[in-house]
């Protein structure tokens, strides 16, 4: 779910359009966000309006930047050496800088956050913390991008809330059980 400039909710529902609801009429319409034969698995609203899906179908995992007309004016699937950037494109969010930061679920029920530059290259791969993730796999459930341009990640397993710097590397991090807070799988994201 994600929150267009003109304050209506674009959802993800796990087929090949997003949805939206329009603030003015309450009503839930097309928006013109598609991938053909990707079913969309997140979605996210850059700072500057344009629109992050990722998504999955028929052997692709792709993420793809569109514009506010819904043309794609990036893909990010593939690596410099043809392989697969991700195995399941769960949740995404960009930095200041351009950096796209994605959670990418692993098969085996791990995960990572992929960093992404301006040209689809990678930047850097976090896969949790050595100490953090010691006994218990890292496995993001959510992402979100705070307002001095540091990413926050959810990982439930060990109660932690993961501190990046916008190129993906740990600043710090916060035991939610150790500061007298119940552990959230979801992060609010606002761009006020």
């Not at 329009?22 to 079913?39: E, G, H, P, Q």
């Not at 993420?63 to 769960?90: S, T």
């Not at 959670?103 to 990678?122: A, C, H, N, W």
Request: negative net charge; proline residues 3%; hydrophobic residues 35%.
């Amino acid at each position: 779910m994600a929150v267009t400039q003109s304050n209506n909710l674009l959802i993800s529902t796990e087929e090949s359009r997003l949805q939206q609801i329009s603030i003015n009429t309450d009503t839930l319409t097309d928006s013109v966000y598609a991938l053909k034969s990707i079913v969309n698995t997140a979605v996210h609203i850059t700072r500057d309006n344009k629109v992050l899906v990722g998504g999955s179908g028929k052997g692709r995992k792709v993420v793809i930047l569109m514009n506010q007309n819904g043309d794609h004016e990036g893909v990010y699937e593939l690596d410099q050496h043809k392989q697969p950037i991700f195995d399941f494109a769960w949740r995404t969010t960009c930095t200041r800088n351009g950096n796209i930061h994605v959670v990418d679920r692993k098969s085996e029920g791990g995960g990572r956050v992929v960093v992404l530059g301006q040209g689809s290259d990678i930047i850097n791969t976090y896969t949790g913390d050595s100490e953090i993730n010691k006994d218990i796999t890292f496995r993001p459930v959510d992402i979100m991008t705070t307002p001095r341009d540091n990413v926050i990640v959810a990982d439930p397993g060990p109660h932690t809330l993961h501190v990046l710097n916008n190129a993906g590397m740990l600043m710090t991090y916060y035991k939610t059980n150790e500061i007298n807070t119940v552990f959230f799988h979801v992060l609010l994201h606002s761009h006020q």
